[in-house]
């Protein structure tokens, strides 16, 4: 148990859905990484929060938005959804903002868009 | 394009022998490398990482070995065991720019 957690662990929704992933990170990390990991593709770094703040961006859809809040939970929102999305999306977290650093990953949502 | 490559999507092994898992990468500005393991069901763990200042980091059976002129990098297990069998993903950042890129991953089997 990495004492990242995710919610919820699947959901099934249909095209043109919003939908909102929850994380919570360990306990005093104050770094929030998403990930997408489609079929056969390894893990796609989203976007990353630090202390509730954006700190870096990747290959984030803009149909894709993300927030940190003051207990430091993240969300992932995720609209307009299209079959393409249909992907497990991985929350992970790190004491620190800077790299290098070891992020330890939840146990992923997976996602299902019909 | 894909920065940082595993090019064997699947390894089988036979439990204690050696699991040789490659990865290369192509951005020279990666300055540090981490390998972390997935089974089933699970999120990815970490397992180990070296910085390129490095060319050997040993973890007890796990030692990642990096070649920076080819930029390739390789996790040898020894000896393998079958509880060793999941999907390891290799993964490299640049301090500078706040990114871990993950390769895709590749798949071991370690059969007893």
């Known amino acids: 148990d990495s004492g990242v957690t995710q919610t919820p662990k699947h959901l099934i929704t249909a095209t043109g859905q919003r939908v909102t992933l929850r994380c919570s990170p360990r306990?005093?990390?104050?770094?929030v990484y998403w990930y997408q990991q489609s079929l056969d593709q390894g893990l796609q770094f989203l976007i990353q929060?630090?202390?509730?703040?954006?700190?870096a961006k990747g290959n984030i859809l803009e149909r894709f938005s993300a927030q940190q809040f003051p207990d430091l939970h993240s969300e992932l929102n995720l609209s307009s959804l299209e079959l393409g999305d249909s992907a497990l999306y991985f929350c992970?977290?790190?004491?620190?903002?800077?790299?290098?650093?070891?992020?330890?990953f939840g146990p992923g949502t997976r996602l299902t868009v019909l | 394009d894909q920065q940082v490559k595993q090019n064997s999507p699947s390894l089988s092994v036979q439990e204690g022998r050696i699991s040789i898992l490659n990865c290369d990468y192509t951005?020279?500005?990666?300055?540090?490398f981490l390998w972390y393991k997935k089974y089933p069901a699970e999120g990815p763990t970490f397992l180990i990482s070296?910085?390129?200042?490095?060319d050997k980091n040993e973890d007890g059976r796990f030692t990642v070995f990096l070649n920076k002129s080819a930029k390739h990098l390789s996790l040898h297990i020894v000896p393998s065991q079958p509880g060793d069998s999941a999907v390891y993903f290799c993964?490299?950042?640049?301090?500078?720019?706040?990114?871990?890129?993950f390769g895709p991953g590749t798949s071991l089997s370690v059969i007893p």
């Open positions: 306990s005093g990390d104050l770094s």
């Open positions: 070296i910085s390129s200042i490095k």
């Open positions: 929060y630090y202390n509730g703040e954006e700190r």
């Open positions: 951005n020279s500005m990666f300055d540090y």
């Open positions: 992970a977290s790190s004491q620190t903002s800077r790299l290098p650093n070891e992020q330890f």
């Open positions: 993964a490299a950042s640049e301090t500078s720019y706040d990114k871990v890129i």
